[in-house]
């Protein structure tokens, strides 16, 4: 089978950062199918340390939007997801970034699937960052704000690069 012909493989191939927005509104199913495609990632010891504040009140977009600084965005999406770790949830220390960048992965990928646009704004380590959202919506000390992605229906596309480095690659040593 080609890659082409893989709707999963083409899928990851064709998934761009989406920036620019129609305006049209997410419905309520396709929201419920990305957290539900989020809480299907991996995670250490399957613990699941994530929480998702589904953000589509404009006010809120545009407070996110001055005090993160690649957030411009977000005044146009039709919505914003907010990923958080919870360190109260997690069983192997300090994996709750790897598991909350997966569950950031899997949104990004049904978003794609679904015909929306989306683009991974990053929080994560930046401590600016993490303090202004925990003070936005009032994130206990124990849950940690670890990326937004921006989402709506796209108005604009991108072509596919060529992003195969062969250079990168090593096989059985360095």
């Known amino acids: 089978m080609a890659e082409s012909e893989n709707p999963l493989i083409n899928a990851i191939l064709t998934r761009r950062s989406i920036r620019r927005y129609s305006g049209k509104t997410v419905n309520k199913s396709d929201i419920n199918l990305l957290l539900k495609a989020a ?19 404009r006010g809120l977009l545009g407070r996110i939007s001055e005090v993160h600084p690649y957030a411009s965005m977000l005044p146009g999406a039709a919505l914003a997801i907010l990923v958080c770790g919870d360190e109260n949830l997690e069983l192997s220390k300090g994996y709750w970034p790897v598991d909350c960048a997966a569950a950031t992965q899997n949104i990004l990928l049904a978003a794609h699937a679904l015909g929306l646009g989306a683009v991974w704004l990053g929080v994560y380590p930046r401590q600016e960052r993490q303090s202004a959202l925990r003070k936005i919506f009032g994130l206990p000390s124990h849950v940690h704000a670890f990326s937004l992605i921006s989402i709506g229906y796209p108005a604009e596309e991108k072509g596919l690069p060529d992003r195969l480095k062969k250079d990168r690659i090593r096989w059985n040593e360095w």
């Open 39 to 57: 809480m299907y990632a991996p995670s250490a010891r399957n613990e699941q340390p994530w929480h998702f504040i589904v953000i589509d009140d």
